[in-house]
């Protein structure tokens, strides 16, 4: 996987490096808490990254397959099949940890811990959040694969039943730059128990999608910026190139 210019999404490049701050003109390292905050604004600020991937090989499904919810977490979503090895292994394996998806997110909680970023796909309770920041996020990217969303499940973390979402934005993308949402929520309680699930039901958008993201915008049930995802999975149709828009 390589990183891409933002403005040509076929062309690697090597990571631009950040100039020192003119209030820093001789390169004196800022003192490590100064450090640690603007690494994690600028992180914040980056959002997911673009990754190229080379195309899914043919014959692992048929482009359009559509795929159901039932309840949740079942084993008819996209996640879960893509865990499975497009259906070929009889055991899951979380895709952000073999490299299947790529899962990003805001600076993550360091005490106590997060689970990396991948811990938004687990299929069990476990305890993936974010520091407190205002506008944290996760985003899945399924990089050679899009999907027109019907349905979309989350599970709040293990650790207490408050620090739950309350207020957040279900988003898709093609380029980490330009978001479409697909759902608003608004005071949201659905997620108020500890590794609570939930369901939504998504307006069928009008073209394929390969990123979607959850956009936390105003505090938590709680009364904080933590974003907590432990749990995501997907449903609608599968594609291994994208399909012309919906007119």
């Not at 991948?118 to 985003?139: E, K, N, Y």
């Not at 207020?167 to 479409?180: H, I, P, T, V, Y």
């Not at 956009?215 to 933590?226: A, S």
Request: hydrophobic share 35%.
């Amino acid at each position: 996987m390589m990183a891409v210019q933002p403005n040509n999404p076929y062309v690697a490049y090597q990571q631009p490096q950040q100039p020192v701050a003119a209030a820093n003109p001789f390169g004196i390292p800022p003192p490590p808490n100064q450090q640690q905050a603007a690494n994690q604004q600028q992180q914040l600020q980056a959002g997911p990254p673009l990754i190229v991937k080379a195309p899914v090989p043919v014959g692992l499904f048929q482009d359009g397959r559509e795929f159901k919810y039932q309840f949740d977490f079942d084993t008819s979503g996209i996640i879960y099949f893509l865990g499975t090895s497009y259906g070929t292994q009889r055991d899951w394996k979380n895709p952000g940890q073999t490299g299947i998806v790529n899962v990003s997110s805001s600076p993550l909680a360091v005490q106590p811990p997060s689970l990396p970023p991948w811990g938004a796909l687990s299929r069990t309770p476990c305890r993936c959040v974010t520091q407190a920041i205002p506008d944290a996020w996760f985003c899945i990217d399924l990089m050679n694969l899009w999907v027109v969303p019907t349905h979309y499940t989350l599970r709040h973390y293990e650790t207490y039943d408050n620090e739950a979402l309350l207020d957040w934005k279900f988003q898709a993308s093609n380029d980490a730059k330009k978001w479409k949402t697909l759902l608003t929520h608004k005071k949201d309680t659905a997620l108020n128990k500890k590794s609570a699930t939930k369901t939504w039901a998504v307006q069928k958008p009008k073209k394929a999608y390969r990123m979607f993201r959850i956009l936390q915008t105003d505090k938590n049930n709680n009364g904080h910026f933590f974003c907590p995802v432990a749990g995501f999975e997907l449903y609608g149709k599968l594609y291994s190139i994208p399909p012309p828009p919906a007119t």
